[in-house]
């Protein structure tokens, strides 16, 4: 089955910036999604289409791809950005959505 | 403002069912396909079921075909999930979600909306 990658977890100081990746064979011909979850609470979407904000979310999200990876920057952290992040796409061979594992962004 | 409410969660033993609802509102409802997102305690979001929006067609992961099945009330804005033959594994929150079509259709989109969910405990 199609599975996305993703790093268990990043730290990175406020102010700073923070990257998470996401690998899936499909990537190059698949759009990547990116969620944003607070404990508790329903995911969030924060990119969509490898690089467009919805609105409503801050600029210092933003994303990318290359290849077989999509990219979630966030500039300027800010505490309240710690959240689990969860990438997501689409299987080119079936019908399926899938998500990437999820990376915790622990705010130093 | 879109809104998505669950219902119907719960404990179940072993083998039983549960049917789970959400209520939606604040769009055009039979316009989206839904969702069902679920999430284990502790673990990462895992993708159930899709039906698009006029329910003429339905999508399952590959753990669910044939114990779960997902429907809709257009005239009620209401989807549903009837779960059967719970195991243990089952137990999560489950989301409702409504999808958007960002690109070209089922599967190629993301989910823009979500409900607060349901938690389903399946244990003895």
């Known amino acids: 089955s199609y599975e996305l990658t993703q790093p268990p977890s990043v730290s990175v100081s406020p102010g700073q910036t923070a990257r998470i990746t996401c690998s899936g064979d499909?990537?190059?011909?698949?759009?990547g999604y990116w969620y944003q979850q607070k404990p508790g609470q329903a995911p969030v979407l924060v990119i969509y289409?490898?690089?467009e904000r919805p609105s409503g979310i801050p600029e210092r999200f933003s994303g990318s791809s290359s290849g077989t990876t999509v990219t979630l920057t966030i500039s300027g952290v800010q505490a309240e950005d710690e959240a689990d992040y969860y990438c997501q796409s689409a299987d080119s061979s079936a019908p399926y959505v899938v998500f990437g594992g999820g990376t915790k962004l622990t705010v130093l | 403002e879109v809104q998505l409410l669950e219902s119907g969660g719960g404990l179940v033993q072993p083998g039983g069912s549960l049917r789970l609802s959400c209520a939606a509102s604040?769009?055009?409802?039979?316009?989206?396909?839904m969702s069902w997102v679920r999430q284990a305690p502790g673990k990462g979001l895992e993708w159930v079921s899709t039906i698009s929006g006029s329910g003429g067609s339905t999508y399952y992961a590959d753990s669910m075909k044939g114990r779960f099945t997902i429907s809709r009330d257009n005239s009620k804005n209401t989807l549903c999930l009837q779960m059967n033959s719970l195991r243990a594994e089952d137990t999560a929150v489950y989301y409702c979600a409504k999808y958007y079509p960002y690109s070209s259709g089922w599967p190629r989109g993301a989910f823009d909306d979500w409900g607060q969910g349901t938690m389903v405990t399946v244990s003895s």
């Open positions: 289409k490898d690089s």
């Open positions: 604040g769009f055009t409802f039979s316009s989206y396909a």
């Open positions: 499909a990537l190059p011909k698949q759009y």
